[in-house]
């Protein structure tokens, strides 16, 4: 709903980035774009009958905890609401990240991917694009086709690019998924499954030999050079070929990166982006004049809930016992399975702390969902993790990392990838360990009270 920029589209197949209850036979291509996941969201709300309990236009402010009736009160804009169960559903890439450093001494436009101004056109504009993940290469690449665009790419490290091979999918594929959609639609989903849960192994978990990782490593580079061709300028082949190891950032599929920053229309710069003057941007101590400038710098992923302040037994917050600090705009967050957190009773998460894998999300949240409900079926009073249970989940949590891509001394700052508390920002293992650990109340690790 969000992020309607040029070029928006899964980077997770459809038959995966999908719920299991409602798998979709109409994805147009393999890869849906955001229109296409956004119908699919919308028609799930209507065959689920989920709208007719939603509040629109209703933001909470905060949720306290009573003991003494073991519910939650929760404020809004609309008025105060009570709760046996309160869930966190916000998701976390929800609040755009800006750039560490004051914007607004430019004066021209400027708009962050997650807050994009679809009235703007941006043809015959010199146009400076800063950040390379996901969104930036999406992007870059379709501003790159604009009508007297000129488009600077300021990436401070390059990422990995695979090939997406993004075909369509014919009319009679489709028939096909919608007249068979349990086997035919199950069985392309339990293979894709596979597929990212060995990508996983290869790129992300350092138990796996090195010489799978040297051999998968080997051939996504020749391939990127074979991409930007003989012909790529030796310092533009320097930038565009990453350092580190495959998987200390996501690895990104497309099929025209490679080829658009080869175009005279596009600058790539390489330098660390110093600032934002009145008529650019100052990168490796030089100027470049803009008329736009697009951020795509990602989301505050440790925002959670957050600013909505949740407070737990003996009045306590949810942001003290997850130790954040604002000013530096960093958490600890000490939870179970990324689900519950002890001293707030009755209080769950989906897409919680360490949770976001390598495979589909749709996936984990299905997992998550399904552990709340069989906690929630116990018919408790009160429901919350023990204390114990939390503190094995969170030290399992910071051994297994060692053992992952995101402790790598190549892949820069520690704290880019590892809380202070050791504990990682995404899920360290594969999404099938991440099931098992939550296909089944754990009933010894829960404090039940009746």
Known sequence: RSNVYPGCEADVVGVLYSFSFNMNPGWTKKW??????????????????????????????????????????????????????????????????????????????????????????????????????????????????????????????????????????????????????????????????????????????????????????????????????????????????????????????????????????????????????????????EEREHDVLVYATGFKAANFIHPVKVVGKGGRTLDEAWDRDAAKDTVSPASYLGIATPSFPNFFMLNGPATNGTNSIFFSLECQASLITQLISTGSRTIEPTPTATDRHTATCATAVQQTVFVHPGCGPRESLVNKNGLPKSWYGSMTGYWLATRRIRYSDWMFEE
Request: charged share 20%; net charge neutral.
């Open 32 to 285: 849906a774009s955001q229109a296409e996941i956004l119908a699919y969201i919308e028609d799930t709300y209507a065959t689920t009958h989920v709208l007719q309990n939603v509040h629109f236009h209703t933001s909470a402010t905060s949720a306290v905890w009573d003991s003494e009736s073991s519910l939650w009160t929760i404020y809004t804009n609309s008025g105060t609401y009570t709760a046996d169960y309160l869930i966190s559903a916000c998701g976390m890439l929800r609040d755009p990240a800006y750039p560490p450093f004051d914007i607004t001494p430019f004066k021209g436009k400027q708009m962050h991917t997650a807050e994009w101004d679809p009235t703007y056109d941006f043809s015959h504009k010199k146009i400076g694009v800063i950040g390379t993940g996901s969104s930036g290469v999406q992007v870059s690449c379709e501003l790159a086709k604009l009508p007297g665009a000129e488009v600077t790419i300021y990436m401070r490290s390059p990422p990995w690019v695979g090939r997406k091979k993004n075909t369509a999918n014919s009319g009679i594929t489709r028939k096909i998924y919608g007249a068979c959609p349990m086997t035919t639609m199950w069985l392309l989903r339990a293979a894709y499954f596979v597929f990212f849960e060995v990508l996983y192994k290869v790129a992300y978990d350092y138990t796996t030999p090195g010489v799978l990782k040297r051999v998968a490593r080997g051939i996504l580079e020749k391939d990127m050079r074979k991409r930007l061709g003989e012909g790529c300028p030796d310092e533009l082949m320097g930038k565009m070929i990453p350092q580190y190891p495959i998987g200390c950032k996501r690895i990104c599929l497309h099929d025209e990166w490679l080829e658009t920053v080869l175009k005279e229309s596009v600058e790539v710069v390489g330098a660390r982006v110093e600032g934002v003057v009145c008529n650019g941007v100052r990168a490796g101590g």
